[in-house]
């Protein structure tokens, strides 16, 4: 079992900053793959960035590419997205994610076993 918790969420003004932890437990964590997801009110769950267990390669949602970084210290087990330049369209509740064994990137949802219960981001404008 893997648990997933996140932190970081908040109200941040469109331009903003914002850093997101997904702390993990349970199996060993610098094993797998980590990815963060989003959904926002109304609308499908989709991709923002993953992570390679060793935190060489990185991949990102077409959208948030320039904007968003991925890094992980598998020391603490903890994963982090680090969001800059917030926009207004970007509001959602941010979760990390795992297959729990994979080492190859996992990026649609389903693919995705452990899930933490999201933290969420409001942009105002």
């Known amino acids: 079992q893997v648990q997933l918790v996140e932190s970081g969420g908040g109200l941040v003004q469109a331009g903003g900053s914002l850093r997101l932890s997904c702390a993990a437990s349970?199996?060993?964590?610098?094993?797998?793959?980590m990815g963060w997801f989003r959904q926002a009110p109304g609308k499908e769950r989709e991709f923002v960035a993953t992570i390679s267990w060793g935190g060489g390669s990185t991949e990102y949602a077409d959208s948030v590419k320039g904007r968003f970084t991925i890094s992980r210290d598998n020391a603490k087990n903890t994963v982090y997205l680090q969001m800059n330049s917030l926009n207004p369209e970007e509001p959602a509740s941010y979760s990390c994610?795992?297959?729990?064994?994979?080492?190859?990137?996992?990026?649609?949802?389903?693919?995705?076993?452990?899930w933490g219960q999201g933290t969420k981001v409001t942009v105002s404008s």
């Open positions: 349970g199996r060993t964590f610098s094993s797998y793959v």
């Open positions: 994610a795992t297959s729990g064994y994979a080492k190859t990137f996992r990026t649609r949802p389903h693919e995705n076993n452990y």
